[in-house]
């Protein structure tokens, strides 16, 4: 998401088909760009630089109930009445302290699990409250190989993996209370806290009790949406406002008397199409289908909410749902395990669409085929992928879903994607969504904004229901049916398509009812813990971390949190919302914040509180900036420190200028201290690791507001929604030194995992010398941030006794730096009590350098980073 302000995201992107709003003609403008089901967008490429291109069954019970249940739980999709049995599995013990069943009471208009009276019993007294890096080993050209520990015989098959975890149960929550030994601060807003956990203890045996379990409660997209058996098809949908229901499409020439649904009391629409006289399927593969439904707003065709791919045609504005099932030769098999979780995750973030070099949308298998060998050699472990969830607008970057479990589109066939991934795991690379349940698109056509005519069903009403600053419709958490939507999302994503993780955006907003607009976190915990926290949204985060690490333990689950949240990434069952990391975002606001100063003006110890401030126990995705400083009205950081001088200048045959020389410096400075101190997690957005030279700007006509004002568009122009790798690759060019620092830098935290280490000591932040020295792992890292004083026999603290090699050198010359330190020095310790620390040794410092020296442990012959293998030949 797109924060600028702490608690502020911007840009807001507008919304086609708002009611209302005057979003029609931007779309129409917009339909030339387009792609068709399975068509891929073409366009000639224009160069912006001169010179050269370059788990079966768990042991259950069947429990005869009275109660009513939203669907049946039948065999096969068959149509089937509602007082039928439900399978639950026997019962599970939770705490003593929890009193009271907690009972089914749906309405016409869906059961709402905060609703008192009807769902739980609080009776109780609960209250609401260079050239030589040593021992690093880069990698030769063959990224072919598998990588290490990912062979079949050290995991199971893929097949396997969701057999396994059907029927699996996962363990109740347990008592939750070593969040108030973690952090005893806590204790003083325990009534909240206590009152918070109770809330999930009953929602999860709720679902339990009446749904068979948290796993079978997951997996909705079996009974929602299209579910194919051997005998027909089975539509279902929720529509509790819709006053009738029809499905329409390709299949009965969109006759909406051919295929009338009944609806139960639940709200639940249904119908099921038998198999034509041949056997064949009544809907075919790649028929277009809707739901039309006469609602208290009057007829509308909509996208089943449930759908698995939707897509524009050519020259018509709205989406089209897409009936998608191949035949079984056409379907992707997945080929290769999931790779181990590595203890180090260092992450690039990538968009699909806007990876190719050419001003077009890119496809899921160029991705496959030309960027994911990129992201291994850079020595990345981990690839996040923005804008998978169908977003009608391109230019919302993803986060605008319109329909939450189809891919993109825009960039091929749900089987296309499955390959990307398999692909990448091929490489031992995860594979991270950016998935969104914090909020949807007010788009009322595509997506599901008056799904059922109302401005309810799966989101609050009212202003409860709208983000006012993104233009979008927010979630009612409490919802039954809302919970099995987004927990079946989170489940489908990971079983279907194999992804490894999440990155959960825009967690601050789900967390807060103010969202965390104009509001200025402190830190005080009444911030956090009081009548603005959303209980319904942090048990659903509660919730879907459960489900997450319950059915798939190796998976990764990284909340977008700019709040500080306390206990944000504390396991559930210590008490915590069961995060494995938080991105921490307030250090690139803090690296922004440090550009717009003369250096003069910088100040070692803010740099130093703003990378370390992070809570104990608590895992850290930590990045110098995101995919948010790269957008139109924002700059990257490679901006803020060349501007126009990046457009003249980076050529290495071209005399340089004190601008580019102090970029190319500090550029990678910064990016080195922030992988050094900032968390337990590294990550980068594609491009900026060799300082991408142009902002993002994604195709658009002019906005009309209004008011009358007139936001110039740039014609529909894909010139600045592309990454030029081209010019990382250029070795005649000095964003290669940029791009070969990075990759130098990632294969040194793979060799030392520095970012894990448990030793972090941060012996020297001197402001007049402009000199930080900390130790991780067995590493001491040196950086002068002076803009012109060299040190000679500068003394620098350590802890381990020794001898001492250079292992990284931002001013070797492959990096764009001026070969001012021998690599062949080695350098010994002495005794002596110096910065705290009871040895020290004595070095050279450059100005504006970072080093890091080892210990060496071996004579290891070091590898030569200037003859090992470049990224221009990947």
């Known amino acids: 998401m797109v924060y600028t302000l702490s608690g502020v995201r911007l840009p807001g992107f507008p919304s086609a088909y708002n009611l209302g709003t005057d979003g029609w003609n931007s779309r129409a403008a917009d339909r030339t760009a387009r792609v068709s089901l399975f068509l891929k967008n073409k366009s000639n490429s224009r160069k912006i630089f001169a010179g050269k291109s370059s788990e079966s069954g768990s042991q259950s019970s069947m429990a005869t109930t009275s109660?009513?249940?939203?669907?049946?739980?039948?065999?096969?999709?068959?149509?089937?009445?509602?007082?039928?049995?439900?399978?639950?599995?026997?019962?599970?013990?939770?705490?003593?302290e929890i009193s009271g069943d907690i009972e089914s009471s749906e309405t016409k208009h869906g059961l709402n699990v905060k609703d008192e009276e009807n769902i739980v019993d609080l009776s109780s007294s609960e209250v609401i409250t260079g050239e030589d890096p040593a021992s690093v080993q880069l990698p030769d050209a063959d990224v072919e190989t598998k990588a290490e520990g990912t062979s079949d015989s050290t995991y199971e098959t893929i097949s396997s993996e969701s057999t396994r975890i059907r029927g699996k149960i996962i363990p109740p929550p347990g008592t939750c209370q070593r969040i108030y030994e973690i952090d005893p601060m806590l204790s003083s807003h325990r009534q909240h806290l206590d009152y918070r956990y109770d809330q999930y203890r009953k929602l999860r045996a709720s679902i339990d009790k009446n749904e068979g379990g948290l796993e079978v409660f997951s997996r909705g997209y079996e009974k929602f949406g299209f579910v194919r058996s051997e005998t027909g098809i089975t539509y279902r949908e929720w529509a509790p406002g819709a006053k009738s229901a029809a499905l329409i499409g390709d299949f009965n020439n969109w006759n909406s008397n051919a295929d009338v649904m009944t609806c139960n009391e639940f709200g639940v629409w249904e119908i099921f199409l038998p198999n034509n006289a041949d056997g064949s399927p009544a809907i075919l593969h790649g028929s277009h289908v809707k739901i039309r439904m006469d609602t208290p707003s009057g007829v509308k065709d909509s996208i089943p909410a449930w759908i698995k791919f939707s897509v524009q045609a050519p020259e018509e504005i709205p989406y089209n749902g897409i009936y998608y099932d191949p035949p079984e030769e056409d379907k992707?098999?997945?080929?290769?395990?999931?790779?181990?979780?590595?203890?180090?995750?260092?992450?690039?973030?990538?968009h699909v669409g806007m990876s190719s070099k050419e001003p077009v949308i890119n496809t899921y298998v160029n991705f496959r085929d030309e960027v994911l060998p990129r992201i291994k050699k850079l020595g990345y472990n981990a690839v996040q992928i923005m804008a998978i969830q169908e977003h009608s607008y391109y230019a919302s970057f993803g986060y605008h879903v319109t329909n939450f479990f189809a891919p993109s589109s825009r960039f091929g066939t749900p089987d296309e994607l499955k390959s990307l991934i398999d692909r990448a795991h091929e490489l031992g690379l995860l594979v991270l969504m950016d998935i969104v349940h914090s909020h949807a698109s007010n788009n009322t056509l595509d997506g599901l904004n008056m799904f059922d005519g109302t401005d309810a069903c799966y989101f609050h009403s009212g202003s409860r229901g709208y983000h006012w600053m993104w233009d979008s419709r927010l979630f009612n958490y409490g919802q039954w049916e809302v919970l099995r939507f987004l927990l079946s999302n989170a489940r489908?994503?990971?079983?279907?398509?194999?992804?490894?993780?999440?990155?959960?955006?825009?967690?601050?907003?789900?967390?807060y009812t103010h969202h965390g607009l104009e509001v200025a976190f402190t830190g005080n915990y009444n911030e956090y813990f009081g009548f603005a926290t959303d209980v319904d949204a942090v048990v659903y985060l509660m919730l879907v971390n459960d489900m997450i690490h319950g059915l798939f333990p190796e998976a990764l689950s990284i909340g977008e949190d700019v709040s500080g949240m306390p206990a944000f990434c504390i396991p559930l069952?210590?008490?915590?919302?069961?995060?494995?990391?938080?991105?921490?975002?307030?250090?690139?606001?803090?690296?922004?914040?440090?550009?717009?100063?003369?250096?003069?003006?910088?100040?070692?110890?803010?740099?130093?509180?703003?990378?370390?401030?992070?809570r104990w126990m608590e895992k850290c995705v930590s990045y110098a900036e995101s995919h948010d400083q790269a957008l139109v009205g924002d700059k990257t950081i490679a901006f803020w420190l060349m501007d126009k001088d990046m457009y003249d200048f980076m050529a290495l045959d071209r005399p340089s200028t004190p601008v580019i020389d102090r970029g190319v410096a500090l550029h990678k400075m910064i990016r080195l201290i922030t992988m050094g101190l900032g968390g337990e997690g590294y990550l980068n957005f594609m491009g900026n690791e060799f300082g991408h030279p142009e902002w993002i700007d994604f195709p658009r006509a002019d906005q009309h507001l209004p008011n009358g004002e007139v936001i110039p568009g740039n014609g529909f122009s894909y010139d600045k929604c592309r990454r030029r790798f081209d010019l990382g690759d250029a070795e005649y060019l000095r964003y290669h030194g940029l791009q070969e620092f990075d990759r130098t830098m990632q294969h040194l935290e793979e060799t030392y995992g520095f970012m894990t280490s448990e030793h972090q000591y941060i012996s020297k932040k001197d402001e007049g010398d402009r000199i930080i020295v900390f130790e991780r792992g067995d590493l001491v890292f040196v950086f002068n941030f002076h803009w012109?004083?060299?040190?000679?026999?500068?003394?620098?603290?350590?802890?381990?006794?020794?001898?001492?090699?250079?292992?990284?050198?931002?001013d070797d010359s492959l990096f764009g730096g001026f070969n001012r330190i021998s690599h062949d020095a080695e350098y010994f310790t002495f005794e002596g009590w110096h910065d705290e620390r009871l040895r020290s040794f004595l070095i050279y410092a450059p100005s504006r350098t970072a080093v890091v020296y080892a210990l060496v442990t071996d004579e290891a012959e070091p590898v030569d980073v200037e003859t090992s293998t470049t990224m221009t030949e990947v």
């Not at 509602?82 to 705490?95: A, D, F, G, M």
């Open 67 to 96: 109660k009513k249940v939203l669907v049946p739980g039948t065999e096969n999709d068959e149509p089937s009445s509602p007082t039928e049995e439900l399978e639950v599995h026997e019962t599970v013990s939770y705490n003593p």
């Open 332 to 350: 992707h098999v997945f080929k290769h395990p999931r790779p181990k979780k590595p203890n180090s995750l260092r992450i690039y973030e990538s």
């Open 492 to 511: 489908w994503w990971l079983d279907e398509y194999k992804f490894d993780g999440f990155r959960f955006d825009g967690v601050t907003s789900m967390m």
């Open 573 to 614: 069952e210590d008490g915590g919302i069961g995060f494995d990391y938080r991105l921490h975002m307030a250090i690139a606001d803090k690296w922004i914040e440090t550009l717009k100063k003369r250096d003069e003006d910088w100040k070692m110890g803010d740099i130093i509180h703003t990378l370390t401030n992070r």
């Open 788 to 810: 012109s004083s060299s040190y000679s026999d500068y003394q620098v603290g350590c802890l381990k006794p020794g001898k001492y090699k250079v292992v990284l050198d931002s």
